[in-house]
């Protein structure tokens, strides 16, 4: 069957129709999903490979509980995919990840059928367990499914919450979908533990008919107290298992996550179960598609990409990549040095420092308030932990930076990448708040470099020329090439042109931008001065208050107005203007698109200036002049 002919099968699915379905055509049906898959997001792009492998348990919820009614809680939100075609949203594939099109992860704006924006992981049990305990409160008996994986269950959140759903005895399910996959091999001894889980395929049919048997039989009950508590003492020995139904889980599994008969059987017993289940799959992450089975860290989040030929790296340097070969260099030269990543060594770079110092490197899972105190712990004893976090992921341990870093004024570099807007995985990815987040805690430094040479600059000077905590935030992607000597003194900004009466200020890789505004002014006749902030805290005073004499001063910064490098500005010079991002949350599209669509684009930059100060009698004055700034900028090593 064509593509085209998939897709108007698939069109046409809704919940409903998934329970008239034989098994024969619920495995035709998991079949189109794959096909339809590896096609669609071999031109848009998207996460293939966790979608692959739980084709057949979407299918079999959707089969077995009555969404939206029985509520599924999808863990992280990116494997979701299935989900989203069962739910009638096929038709909108075409737009996934794009502006105004179908999220990437869950969402309540786009389906009754989702029910949080999801995007961070370890987050489904939490949640999960309060829309059981609200169904509690309520009187009502519909069925909570939450969904996680393996690498989840390195968050600290996953035993959080399954220390209280076992408590409350509240009827749950959750569902380990156990791919032995997430973005980066899963560490820690909960990943080990999980590689030993082997229980027969009729554990649980046998516990449930001894169970019921015993209900019929004189003293039966009492029997059944004394079995499950010498069963327990020997289940405490013998499985691993045990773990989950100590915690007060009724444990199931491993099953096989792509037997949809199987899924199928288990989840229609299952709710005749009281009290919280946790029911253990083995999926494979990929499933279906070759090439994406035998490498899923390539298949994880993938651009267009051909069908039929493997998927290679990109050949752009990225920040990323110039943390991976510059922290080498800093290593080789430092061996007080060691690098710590929450389980992405491969979206931070980090993933050539592995390979080059395996012992220095250290990979704490999806564990973010972990990954920075346990850095604090580092550097307390005289080691420089340098700790690559994307930055939405670091407003996870934002208690630990004030309190176990910052307090201590513990010497931790923390290295954050996809800091301002980082495009197509939407809301809950976007880097928009650490600015506001990081520059008001004390004893912290912070720093953004506007191209490649002073990012390597201000990551030597921070491990090397600093002895408290320091961050240097950089976006997503290709860095700029400026042509000019980069030295980076404390709390010092950088004049990239000397001008006057117009001062134009901007934070970090924006700086590009700033400069193509400062170009264009140049040539309508005004002479701007153009500063590259490089701090945000410290802020550079002695800049600052020579800006005042300035008829007109902007800044520009990729971060939220509140609290930003704008607002910091505006409180010692009380006539700057803020060229920043509004207070709400943005949406997924390409990076071009959302700087344009905030207002943080030049053509909108540049003319919201001209019209600021085209009346000033003063600017007006100034002799016309139309030469060309002496920076050497505008432009990117690959455009070449």
């Not at 499914?145 to 759903?165: K, P």
């Not at 630990?400 to 197509?424: M, P, W, Y």
Request: with cysteine; aromatic share 10%; hydrophobic share 35%.
């Amino acid at each position: 069957m064509n593509y085209m002919s998939i897709l108007e099968k698939l069109q046409k699915i809704r919940p409903e129709k998934i329970k008239k379905l034989n098994e024969s055509q619920l495995k035709r049906l998991a079949s189109d999903i794959r096909e339809f898959l590896i096609n669609s997001l071999s031109e848009t792009g998207g996460h293939l490979g966790s979608n692959l492998g739980v084709v057949e348990l979407s299918i079999a919820l959707h089969y077995c509980y009555n969404s939206p009614v029985d509520k599924f809680l999808w863990d992280v939100g990116h494997q979701t995919y299935v989900h989203k075609i069962l739910t009638g949203r096929a038709r909108n594939f075409k737009t996934l990840r794009t502006l105004d099109g179908l999220s990437g992860f869950t969402n309540p704006k786009e389906s009754e059928h989702d029910h949080f924006a999801t995007g961070h992981a370890s987050t489904a049990l939490s949640s999960a367990m309060g829309l059981a305990i609200a169904r509690d409160f309520k009187g009502e008996n519909n069925s909570v499914v939450a969904i996680f994986g393996d690498g989840s269950l390195t968050g600290g959140l996953c035993y959080e919450a399954l220390n209280n759903i076992g408590a409350s005895g509240t009827n749950l399910l959750a569902i380990l979908n156990d791919n032995q996959m997430s973005i980066a091999e899963n560490v820690g001894a909960i990943h080990k533990n999980l590689n030993s889980l082997r229980v027969s395929n009729g554990y649980i049919n046998t516990k449930m008919n001894i169970k019921k048997s015993l209900e019929f039989l004189p003293f039966g009950k009492k029997i059944a107290r004394v079995t499950k508590k010498t069963k327990d003492n020997l289940r405490s020995f013998l499985l691993p298992g045990s773990f989950f139904e100590e915690l007060g889980f009724t444990y199931i599994g491993p099953i096989d996550g792509h037997d949809i008969e199987t899924l199928i059987t288990v989840l229609n017993k299952i709710k005749k179960i009281k009290g919280p289940v946790l029911l253990h799959l083995k999926t494979q992450k990929g499933k279906g598609y070759e090439l994406a089975e035998n490498a899923p860290d390539n298949y994880h989040g993938v651009s267009s990409f051909s069908i039929n030929f493997p998927i290679e790296g990109s050949k752009k340097e990225t920040y990323s990549e110039i943390l991976g070969k510059e922290l080498i260099n800093i290593a080789g030269r430092n061996e007080k040095v060691l690098a710590i990543t929450a389980a992405m060594p491969d979206g931070t770079g980090l993933y050539r420092f592995k390979e080059a110092f395996p012992e220095r490197f250290f990979d704490v899972g999806i564990a973010e308030q972990h990954a920075v105190l346990f850095s604090a712990g580092l550097a307390k004893e005289g080691f420089i932990p340098v700790v690559a976090i994307y930055s939405t992921f670091l407003q996870r341990a934002y208690d630990q930076l004030i309190h176990d870093v910052c307090l201590g004024n513990f010497h931790v570099v923390f290295s954050i990448d996809r800091a301002g807007i980082t495009g197509e995985d939407g809301e809950t990815h976007q880097g928009i708040f650490d600015i506001s987040y990081l520059t008001h805690i004390p004893n912290l430094c912070v720093m953004a470099p506007k191209d490649k040479a002073e990012y390597i600059a201000m990551l030597n000077f921070a491990v090397n020329e600093m002895s408290t905590p320091v961050a240097i935030r950089y976006p997503k992607g290709t860095p700029n090439y400026f042509e000019n000597e980069t030295k980076i003194k404390y709390g010092k900004s950088e004049t990239l042109i000397k001008g006057e009466k117009i001062a134009i200020v901007s934070f970090g890789h924006i700086t590009k931008t700033a400069a193509e505004v400062s170009e264009r002014l140049k040539q309508d006749g005004f002479k701007p001065t153009l500063i590259n902030a490089r701090f945000a805290s410290p802020l550079d005073l002695e800049m600052l208050e020579n800006l005042k004499n300035y008829e007109y001063v902007f800044t520009i910064e990729e971060n939220v107005k509140e609290g930003g490098f704008g607002s910091l500005v505006s409180l010692k010079i009380k006539h700057s203007y803020i060229f920043a991002l509004e207070k709400k949350y943005i949406k997924a599209g390409s990076r071009d698109e959302l700087l344009k669509l905030s207002g943080l684009d030049t053509e909108t930059i540049y003319n919201k200036i001209k019209e600021k100060i085209a009346f000033s009698p003063s600017l007006a004055s100034l002799p016309k002049e139309n030469k060309s700034s002496n920076i050497g900028i505008i432009k990117n090593k690959n455009d070449d």
